[in-house]
């Protein structure tokens, strides 16, 4: 079936650099990607939605210029987290489909780590 | 704002026990609703949906849920649990209008079943 590789699967970084994680659909053409975060014990938040082509779409309190979305093919879209703080430690999940209809597919999630 | 609730933060059980764990949804449009499960270091996968028709929904592994609009409700139920059903389950909405299908998550369930 369709797989939504996601990656890395854990980083640690230190406080003040960049993460990027990437998304990968791997046998399907992904028209949008959505990013999700979450706390533990809590619930999946939608971060943003994005388009192949466009720019994302983020959802209300999400800072764009901090979690940097890029989708710039049908198979892969990167969240860039820019200058971590150690707030940012999360854990990150992408899902994916392919037209509007089909289903949705999650990645494995990124645990990330700011020191 | 719309938003999920999932009654139950963890629920244990042994097996060949009933489950029911309940999801009320609010939002006073027509809605998709689906059920996600998240084995323990696994990515979330699709258990069941419902978008019209007959609102009691089978899905994989014996699962199936109910669609009461008037009560905004979409419980989850298996007759019998084992021990392999161990993991986390989210409940999920998605508001027609939103034609880009984002999802809206529960904060889920834990579900430990014992042997």
């Known amino acids: 079936g369709a797989v939504v590789s996601q990656h890395p699967s854990r980083v640690i970084c230190k406080s003040g650099t960049s993460v990027k994680i990437e998304c990968r659909s791997l046998d399907f053409q992904a028209t949008t990607m959505f990013w999700y975060r979450q706390f533990p014990k809590q619930s999946l938040m939608l971060m943003a939605t994005s388009n192949e082509g466009s720019k994302a779409t983020y959802e209300q309190g999400v800072e764009k210029d901090k979690f940097l979305i890029n989708h710039a093919s049908l198979t892969l879209s990167t969240l860039t987290v820019t200058s971590a703080h150690p707030e940012d430690s999360s854990f990150y999940i992408c899902?994916?489909?392919?037209?509007?209809?089909?289903?949705?597919?999650f990645g494995n999630g990124t645990r990330l780590t700011v020191t | 704002a719309q938003s999920v609730s999932q009654h139950n933060h963890h629920v244990i059980l042994s097996e060949a026990a009933s489950l029911e764990l309940g999801c009320n949804y609010s939002?006073?449009?027509?809605?998709?609703l689906f059920w996600y499960v998240q084995y323990p270091g696994q990515h979330l996968q699709l258990l069941l949906k419902y978008f019209s028709g007959d609102p009691l929904v089978k899905g994989i592994k014996g699962f199936e849920a109910e669609f009461i609009k008037s009560k905004f409700s979409f419980n989850l139920r298996k007759p019998s649990v084992q021990w392999s059903d161990t993991a986390e389950y989210f409940c999920?909405?998605?508001?027609?209008?939103?034609?880009?299908?984002?999802?809206?998550f529960g904060q889920g369930t834990e579900l430990s079943v014992k042997p």
């Open positions: 939002y006073g449009g027509t809605v998709n």
């Open positions: 999920a909405v998605s508001p027609l209008y939103n034609q880009g299908g984002k999802l809206i």
């Open positions: 899902s994916a489909r392919g037209t509007k209809d089909s289903p949705l597919h």
